[in-house]
């Protein structure tokens, strides 16, 4: 299976650690957003595009890569890292989903893990969730990615 995962790790490496685990998982290789070729993820069989949360929102470098595409043909998946949980009415890796079926891929899941946040306030303290992603949330992880060779895997958080 040819599988590339797209990854905007920004501020503490959260999300390129999860992203490294899937990408063994699924014998990928980890890109960023800026080194992404569309042609080459649009031929992929597996993409996965992932960041951490800012705002509410996955990073804009990883949602503007995605916005360039060519129609794709394969599965994708989501996932992130976020110091606070997702909200079940707006969560925070659907317009990214929406963008990518709209390019024609079959989203076959998205996961999300907690992982150190530094946002203000969260800064004055030192931040959040310091501990984070922990063995369990890298082991959730390796389970997501197992789940996505064999086929649909639903959503994990």
């Given amino acids: 299976m040819s599988a590339v995962i797209v990854c905007a790790s920004v501020s503490h490496g959260n999300t390129r650690r999860v992203a490294d ?23 992929a069989e597996l993409v996965g595009f992932g960041s951490g ?4 929102k996955l990073h804009p470098r990883l949602t503007s890569c995605a916005e360039v595409l060519p129609g794709g043909r394969g599965r994708a998946f989501v996932f992130a890292t976020s ?29 999300s893990c907690r992982g150190l946040d530094t946002w203000m306030p969260f800064k004055l303290v030192g931040g959040i969730r310091k501990q984070r992603p922990n063995a369990d949330d890298l082991a959730a992880a390796h389970a997501f990615a197992q789940g996505l060779r064999g086929g649909p895997s639903g959503d994990y958080c």
């Fill in 53 to 56: 949360v800012f705002y509410g």
């Fill in 21 to 43: 685990v899937m990408a063994r998982v699924l014998g990928a290789t980890v890109v960023s957003p800026e080194d992404a070729e569309p042609a080459r993820l649009a031929e």
């Fill in 83 to 111: 110091g606070l949980p997702e909200v079940p009415l707006m969560p925070f890796t659907r317009p990214l989903v929406r963008l990518l079926e709209g390019k024609g891929f079959s989203v076959v899941g998205s996961f």
